[in-house]
């Protein structure tokens, strides 16, 4: 009985002198080991806490920002045009990145944005970028093509649905829908960040991804075929 009450006096005294979760391991951020897919996903993760930092300007905005290499779609719903167009800046200012002409998909390094001594995430070539004192966007840099480095991102926003969290919702499923038939078809594996993104607005399925043409035309036909779907969009990278 003795060493019982011992004993559990000495896991009191552990619990109160250990840090919570010591036993759990926080590896250290860098983008350099994560994979490309892993940095897409990083970035998606810092604008949804961004937009959760800024939900008091954003109030009815539910926005779902995906990411493939250079290609960035917006998608969700917002009360008016206003609050499109500030979820727009938000993820253009995190990116840092700039529209090349206003309303175009087009998007090239915000050359002007400071770097301030911090590099934003997603960018593999973060530490040489701010040593030179080039662009610090996390769009992705190519040193063997000589050619401007830019990207594209796709603001498809519904605006003023007259139920926009029933909308958001329908949206999210029709997504899930599509990725399972996809599988379930054996025409490619869609949980593969790595592979492809897919995301719904409005019934269309915007498919993000390095995809061939008899690729495309195959994930087409097939997700055509799903419930709910009235039209395929190709954005490749």
């Not at 998606?44 to 539910?62: N, P, S, T």
């Not at 909308?167 to 399972?180: K, M, S």
């Not at 993000?208 to 495309?216: E, H, K, M, T, V």
């Amino acid at each position: 009985m003795m060493m019982n009450k011992y004993f559990h006096a000495v896991l009191l005294l552990l619990a109160i002198h250990l840090p919570a979760h010591a036993d759990w391991e926080f590896p250290e951020f860098t983008t350099g080991s994560l994979s490309p897919a892993g940095m897409d996903r990083a970035f998606e993760c810092e604008v949804q806490q961004l937009l959760d930092e800024h939900a008091d300007r954003l109030q009815g905005v539910d926005a779902v920002v995906t990411r493939f290499g250079n290609t960035i779609v917006i998608t969700g719903q917002a009360r008016d045009a206003g609050d499109r167009a500030r979820v727009d800046r938000l993820v253009l200012d995190a990116a840092g990145i700039t529209r090349e002409q206003a309303g175009a998909p087009t998007v090239v390094p915000a050359k002007t944005r400071g770097c301030e001594g911090k590099a934003l995430a997603a960018n593999t070539r973060r530490k040489s970028i701010l040593k030179a004192n080039r662009d610090c966007s996390s769009l992705r840099v190519d040193d063997a093509l000589q050619v401007a480095t830019t990207g594209q991102v796709f603001n498809h926003i519904g605006v003023a649905s007259p139920d926009p969290e029933t909308q958001f919702a329908r949206e999210a499923l029709l997504a899930a829908q599509a990725r399972l038939s996809l599988i379930d078809r054996g025409v490619i594996n869609a949980m593969d960040r790595s592979l492809i993104r897919l995301v719904a607005q409005d019934g269309v399925i915007y498919v993000l991804g390095n995809l061939d043409a008899a690729r495309r035309s195959e994930i087409g036909a097939a997700l055509m075929k799903v419930s709910g779907v009235n039209d395929v969009r190709f954005y490749i990278d």
